[in-house]
């Protein structure tokens, strides 16, 4: 197939998507508000930003007929006597638990049980979105909510405390859970600063892995979902990417190259050698702390 051609093709499909997905996202944005401003009069603590990361932060999400769900973030202030987050994260719930079934933002709020890691809360609404067609739409948005510590307001300030005390930590796997909201700016920053040409090599990689989620649950009758999945796809496609000096047949070979031979991956966007990781490394593009592989291959640690 034509390169060129090729690249078309993926520019027609993403571009009215890009168009769909504003509509969607500014309904989820305008729900996020009011869930986080429920939240805030509520709550006991002092909530000091707000902020939306994962996919629909980073632009990296697929069409809005897939009804990708949002990664939201409320930070807490003064937060010294917390050595864990779990305490917000259970008020959070409970607070959401007296939130109207219905309003003028939505006609339907589900609330899911409380997650056993006890690191986020989940929850969707169902709505309607009028996308470029004009022609309105039903969706149903799910949510997961992360409380998170706001050490200080300078992105790159709060980046280096959260390093500081990753580096310090003795489980590593349950504190780069705890502190991943407090990284959230930093991680989304990282991947919408890569060019267009990396993005658009992302979205083709996630609609793949995307259909060959949908196999892989047909063939299982399950749910086959590994922990934090797209973020590994994204920094794989970011790395074949990276190395197939803008083509974008030659980057996507390199992805499925990788894929096939996953048990040597070796990849680490930090600048440190991070030997304490044992075997196949996907190391995160903020946290050189985080190994992707350790969340479901072990023993990945010396």
Known sequence: ???????????????????????????????????????????????????????????????????????????????????????????????????????????????????????????????????????????????????????????????????????LSTNLVMDNNMYSGSLSEKTVEFVKNQSDFVHNVIRLAKLWDMKLLEDVRRLRDGDSDISERSSIIELIAIHAAQRSEGDILESFRTFLYLMMDIRRVNINFSNQNCDQFLGMKIIDGVNPYRNYVCQWAEPCLH
């Open 1 to 167: 197939m034509n390169l060129k051609r090729l690249t078309n093709d993926l520019l027609r499909f993403t571009v009215p998507e890009l168009e769909n997905l504003k509509a969607y996202k500014t309904e989820g944005r305008k729900i996020f508000y009011q869930i986080s401003n429920f939240i805030k009069s509520n709550s006991r603590y002092i909530i000091s930003k707000q902020f939306i990361a994962g996919s629909i932060g980073k632009n990296t999400f697929l069409g809005y007929n897939l009804e990708p769900g949002f990664e939201v973030v409320l930070f807490v202030r003064n937060h010294t006597y917390l050595a864990t987050l779990t305490p917000v994260t259970e008020e959070f719930h409970s607070i959401l638990q007296n939130l109207p079934s219905r309003s003028e933002y939505w006609s339907s709020f589900v609330l899911m049980p409380p997650l056993q890691n006890g690191f986020g809360v989940q929850f969707s609404f169902e709505t309607t979105i009028i996308g470029q067609s004009t022609d309105p739409k039903a969706v149903t948005i799910e949510f997961e909510l992360l409380p998170a510590y706001d050490f200080s307001s300078n992105v790159d300030e709060q980046t280096q405390t959260v390093l500081k005390k990753l580096g």
